[in-house]
Structure formats: structure tokens, C-alpha cells
């Protein structure tokens, strides 16, 4: 398969989660819980490119959720540069061919995001801090990682990644 090809697949796949970002999200409950499509394609990005360009994009992303809540801006910013360059360089530690390292992957980009945007927010002195920290985070990691799989089961394919069960 060509080279090009392979880059118009995984570009389709990260317009698709970007549109069910913005068409789907806002209908499935509490944005608190509820799967964070743009940090998803950011991970599925991550898994195929270098920590330099992973972190380029997760600053672009970063600055996209910035723009969209601008409450404490350049959290995300920060947040998803660093989320995108760990995930880049933990691709080349880990091999991820098995669902349970990709949930976790999921996992713990999605967790890992939410601390450092509370962190580089300064919403640590809030009693909301711990709450989303505890409670919040890790339900929307557990939602982001299920979906994600499920986005490498359909998509595997398209992605050319190997998975073992």
C-alpha cells in the first residue's frame, strides 16, 4: 500500500473523531464523562508519528481546546504538548499490539491531560481539584479508552496496527 494512501486513511480517521467531537459529544450526557474525541485522534496520531511532531500536535490541539474554553489559556496547550510527546515516546517503549496496552494507553493519556490542564489551570486549591482528579478524570478515561479501542477494532485496517487479544 502506498505511502499516501495510508496518510489519507489516518487522516480520515481523525477527521472522523474530530466531527463526532463536535456532533456527538454535546448529545451523550456530561461533558465531564463523556469521551474526549479531539484527545483520542491526538493518541491515534501519537502512536504513528515521532515525539516532535506528536508534540507539535498536541500543541495545535491544545490551542484548538484553548480557543474553544478560555478560562485558564494555554493549559491545554501545555497539557497536550506534553500528553502528545509522552504518547509518541511510550509507543517506542511499549509495544502496543495488545487491546489491554492500548485501553491503558488510552487510559492514562486521557487522565495524564486532565492533571496537567488542573495543574497549569491553577485549580489545585479548589475542593473540585480532588473530585475531578478521582472521580471525574478517570471516568472520562474509562469512556475515552473504550471508545478508542473500539476505534482500533473498526479502523485496524486503515491504521495498520496489529492487534492481539
Known amino acids: 500500500m502506498t505511502r499516501r494512501r495510508e496518510q489519507y486513511r489516518l487522516g480520515a480517521v481523525l477527521l472522523l473523531l ?37 508534540a507539535v500536535a498536541g500543541f495545535l490541539v491544545g490551542l484548538l481546546v484553548d480557543s474553544l474554553t478560555p478560562v485558564a489559556f494555554g493549559a491545554a496547550a501545555l497539557a497536550h504538548t506534553c500528553v502528545g510527546y509522552l504518547a509518541a515516546w511510550g509507543k517506542a517503549v511499549f509495544f502496543a499490539e495488545n487491546l489491554l496496552v492500548n485501553a491503558g494507553f488510552f487510559f492514562g493519556g486521557t487522565w495524564l491531560r486532565d492533571l496537567l490542564v488542573m495543574v497549569a489551570g491553577r485549580h489545585m486549591e479548589d475542593s473540585v481539584f480532588w473530585w475531578q482528579l478521582v472521580f471525574w478524570s478517570p471516568l472520562k478515561a474509562i469512556t475515552t479508552a473504550v471508545v478508542g479501542v473500539l476505534v482500533l477494532l473498526v479502523f485496524r485496517r486503515w491504521l495498520q496496527i496489529r492487534i492481539s487479544k
Not at 25 to 33: A, N, Q, Y
Not at 37 to 54: K, M, N, S, Y
Open 18 to 54: 474530530l466531527v463526532l467531537h463536535f456532533a456527538l459529544r454535546p448529545f451523550l450526557g456530561d461533558f465531564r464523562s463523556t469521551p474526549d474525541f479531539i484527545l483520542l485522534a491526538l493518541l491515534v496520531f501519537a502512536i504513528r508519528a515521532r515525539p516532535g511532531q506528536a
